[in-house]
């Protein structure tokens, strides 16, 4: 597709009209809706009918139009899994590196691979550029059965995993299980964790390859009664002790105080390894059901007291997680110890490696600390800023904004991947498809470190208002920043005049709204809350009726009383939460009453040991990236020096009022 024509560089005829189509150039100085946005909007619609002819017809009227690659994607995946290998090819190879060649390669990959058709999937691999888990277990599939055996080695967490997985990963499992590279251990390590899962049929499967046989009828009998089988088993054989770490499994997941009073006495007799694995069982469940069965200390000694044998990276983390919570930080230093190399050098856990070793008693472990924390503190993400307060650094200055040059904006222009999100978001186009564009054009630009362009398509949409966008683009420039355009601030009169009523820091008001709407009015969640500050209808009412006022569905589109509303529940629940914003912050997503039960019972904790113990991913990212957020708007909204450790306050415990 060339990218040198003219502005109006070919005329086409539609519906009798005699239309311009906007060259690829142009499509960034468009500001009405053209001929060609109207044929993509229908091709759409013909898509969705599945009218091939019809989308034939938009795949040559659209040929030199920046959205024209649609109409015949659209084609290919109408029936992907019979097309030949041939069709994705040709079409990746006339739009190299585009994001929706990307998408049809990867999507083409895992349904050959559903058909087991592994060698047709071979020539596409080299397409998928930016696999997702699911596609890059099909991925990892095809490679294995046409010839790739060393494969395996990159997917020991697929084969640990006893959560739910894509089924590509689930079937890559099954395909590692028959490979020599995987060793008698690595094999007795995913029994044992399948067991402890309650996975039967995959356990069985799994065994059968060490040469022991389990049956189902034997593990369905222990399910029903696990605390009985565990008072009279056998221990003698390797299937006994299969057994055994089955029925301690179940037993903890229906019942965490029977399971931590019955491990000791049920390992009793049996090898040191078993032992482990059923202390493990005991630790790995009561780490993983904080929800149902809140902390508990003995889970932490199970955890230690499994420690030799090898731990998965999501076992690791759960280790981790629950040293961090009851400050045994010789536990924190074993656990990240045992982490993979890739996973011990992620800042969260240099962080807590560094919190850990300036408590040991010795110098060199002290000095250890110190050096990590320093190195960290260079940065300005959440564990960064959790370093440079424990260093000493302030933070009260952004890095130098720096601009688009002129010439950068013309190549925002000209770049193809961006004209084709700036024309799907004039065309009101589906989010997926807008999203994927930008972020496509984003990651293009990323990879070859071109901050330029970047900031160039921040500027962009940052001026229209698409904030959520612009911030996506800012946030991932390499060495020029522009901290107007990753921390935006619209709305900001209300935003801080409705902060100060409310009686709460409109820095934090601001981070929570970056957090949770990226400032789309419009954006709905799949639970339903709504607007700028993701507010429950049922929260609307409650704060409305606080307020003294009728509530109005309608109301919370509204930019103005969104705010409002958001800020004043915020307050609300600060008041309910010992005045603390991380309590806060975190009853904010996940409700106020799991923040108050995720208090320690009986003394207080650090802000930043509660937060790291969160038992839900999405709660724990969401008070760490809020705090961040509340940071670097402090700043901008002109605070002075800001320190994370003041706005992360001290935990109390849970009866503190």
Same mark, same amino acid.
């Given at each position: ?14 519906? =009798? ?8 150039? %142009? ?110 277990? %099909? ?30 990963? @689930? ?82 997941? /229906? ?60 076992? %690791? ?8 919570? !009851? ?37 060199? $472990? ?12 260079? =940065? ?26 002129? $010439? ?10 961006? /004209? ?76 801080? /005049? ?26 709905? $969640? ?12 049922? @929260? ?27 800020? !004043? ?9 010992? /005045?603390?914003?991380?309590?806060? @912050? ?41 705090? @961040? ?29």
């Amino acid at each position: 597709m060339a990218q040198g024509r003219s502005m109006f560089s070919s005329i086409k005829k539609k519906n =009798g009209y005699r239309v311009l189509a906007l060259s690829v150039t %142009a499509i960034g100085f468009a500001t009405g809706v053209s001929a060609a946005d109207e044929q993509f909007t229908a091709a759409l619609s013909a898509a969705g009918a599945g009218n091939v002819a019809l989308l034939q017809q938009y795949q040559s009227e659209m040929q030199n139009d920046a959205l024209g690659y649609y109409p015949e994607y659209w084609i290919l995946n109408n029936n992907l899994g019979m097309q030949p290998a041939a069709n994705i090819v040709n079409f990746a190879q006339r739009y190299p590196q585009s994001a929706m060649a990307e998408k049809l390669a990867a999507d083409y990959v895992e349904e050959k691979v559903k058909q087991a058709d592994f060698a047709t999937a071979q020539p596409v691999l080299k397409y998928v550029t930016n696999a997702d888990q699911a596609e890059s277990c %099909a991925v990892a599939q095809v490679r294995a059965r046409t010839g790739d055996q060393l494969v395996f080695a990159e997917y020991k967490d697929v084969w640990l995993a006893t959560n739910s997985q894509p089924d590509s990963c @689930t079937g890559l499992g099954r395909m590692m299980l028959s490979s020599p590279l995987m060793t008698a251990q690595d094999k007795q390590q995913r029994l044992w964790a399948q067991l402890r899962a309650g996975q039967s049929g995959q356990a069985v499967a799994t065994a059968q390859t060490l040469g022991q046989t389990l049956t189902l009828a034997q593990l369905n009998q222990i399910q029903a009664n696990p605390l009985n089988y565990l008072w009279s088993a056998s221990k003698a054989t390797g299937e006994d002790q299969a057994y055994l770490i089955f029925a301690i499994g179940r037993l903890a997941d /229906s019942d965490l105080n029977s399971a931590i009073a019955s491990v000791q006495r049920a390992a009793q007799g049996t090898p040191e390894a078993v032992q482990k694995a059923m202390y493990r069982a005991v630790g790995y469940i009561g780490g993983t059901t904080v929800m149902k069965n809140n902390f508990n200390k003995e889970v932490l000694n199970y955890l230690d007291a499994s420690y030799g044998l090898p731990f998965s990276a999501e076992e %690791a983390e759960i280790y981790a997680r629950q040293a961090i919570r !009851f400050g045994a930080w010789e536990s924190v230093i074993r656990a990240v110890d045992a982490m993979s190399v890739t996973q011990k050098q992620e800042d969260r856990w240099q962080y807590w490696l560094a919190r850990a070793s300036v408590q040991r008693g010795d110098a060199a $472990s002290r000095k250890t600390g110190q050096e990590i924390l320093n190195r960290l503190a260079q =940065g300005d993400d959440y564990h960064n800023l959790l370093a440079k307060d424990l260093v000493g650094k302030t933070y009260s200055s952004t890095p130098s904004s720096s601009e688009p040059s002129s $010439s950068d904006m013309q190549r925002l222009n000209q770049d193809i991947h961006f /004209s084709r999100a700036f024309a799907l978001r004039r065309v009101n186009a589906p989010e997926n498809y807008v999203n994927r564009e930008w972020n496509w054009a984003v990651r293009q630009a990323y990879l070859k470190h071109d901050d330029g362009l970047i900031l160039a398509a921040a500027k962009r949409a940052t001026d229209m208002g698409w904030y959520d966008r612009a911030i996506y683009a800012a946030d991932r420039t390499t060495n020029k920043h522009n901290y107007a355009y990753r921390y935006a601030m619209p709305h900001q009169a209300y935003v801080v /005049s409705h902060s100060r009523n409310a009686g709460i820091d409109p820095a934090w008001a601001y981070g929570l709204m970056r957090q949770e709407s990226r400032f789309v009015s419009h954006a709905r $969640s799949h639970v339903g809350a709504g607007g700028l500050m993701q507010i429950m209808p049922d @929260t609307a009412k409650l704060v409305a009726r606080q307020m003294g006022e009728t509530y109005n569905p309608a109301a919370l589109s509204d930019m103005n009383t969104n705010i409002r509303y958001g800020t !004043f529940y915020l307050s609300m629940i600060q008041g309910q939460l010992s /005045s603390n914003p991380v309590l806060a @912050t975190a009853g904010y997503n996940a409700g106020p009453n799991r923040a108050r039960r995720w208090q320690p019972e009986f003394q207080s904790i650090a802000a930043d040991q509660y937060t790291e113990s969160i038992p839900l991913n999405e709660t724990r990212d969401y008070v760490k990236n809020v705090m @961040t957020n509340a940071a670097h708007y402090g700043v901008l909204l002109g605070q002075g020096a800001q320190s994370i450790g003041k706005r992360m306050q001290v935990i109390p415990f849970r009866n503190t009022p």
